[in-house]
């Protein structure tokens, strides 16, 4: 499996299965010192093989570049562990799509840093720092080497199989921060 662009320039397509990142805007407020100014990026699954695949949803993770295509400075921590429900890792039916969206927000860190703070896999918050008035490109990648796994819901661990594997890496999207 080698990810190869598809006919529209901002998905990427492994498989059958087509990958965008998504961002609900494109323009961003720098907040006022003390309030913050939520952002919403995700990933746009479509499935076009004759396969029905599963995606652990949660493990979709964002990569930021600054102005000067560099990675930005990123940190993960743990906050709590929540049990996976089904909804993270549903099934994508054969000519279906599914949009994933991750909740975040911008806000002060300090007197001169900006962070982006979201949650990411089962609990965890993920952080980037030193936003400043500028573009930035986001992408969205995921990685996944088994078909089959044990996931441990609320009610007890099941097994699950149909996961797509692989590793992808979307086309970036562009935002501004002003």
């Known amino acids: 499996m080698t990810p190869e662009k598809s006919n529209n320039s901002s998905e990427i397509e492994a498989d059958g299965i087509y ?5 609900s805007e494109r ?3 720098i907040p006022v010192f003390g309030e913050e100014t939520p952002i919403k990026f995700g990933a746009k699954i479509t499935n076009n093989s004759s396969t029905l ?8 993770v964002p990569e ?5 295509g560099k990675p930005m400075e990123r940190s993960f921590g743990r906050n709590a562990t929540r049990f996976v429900e089904e909804s993270d890792i ?4 054969s000519g279906e799509s599914l949009e994933y969206w991750m909740y975040a927000k911008f806000k002060w860190y ?3 840093c900006i962070q982006l703070t979201g949650y990411a896999l089962y609990g965890g918050i993920l952080s980037f720092y030193n936003f400043k ?4 490109q986001i992408q ?3 990685v996944n080497d088994l078909p089959t796994r044990k996931v441990r819901l609320s009610k007890g661990c099941t097994e699950y199989g149909d996961f797509w594997t692989g590793q992808i890496a979307t086309n970036f999207v562009n935002f501004r921060l002003r």
């Open 64 to 68: 930021i570049l600054n102005p000067h």
């Open 90 to 93: 549903p099934l994508i039916m």
């Open 110 to 112: 300090s007197k001169n």
């Open 133 to 136: 008035p500028t573009k930035y």
């Open 19 to 23: 990958f965008e990142a998504l961002v």
């Open 140 to 142: 969205m990648k995921y």
């Open 27 to 29: 323009k961003y407020n």
């Open 53 to 60: 695949y599963r995606f652990e949803l949660p493990h979709f």
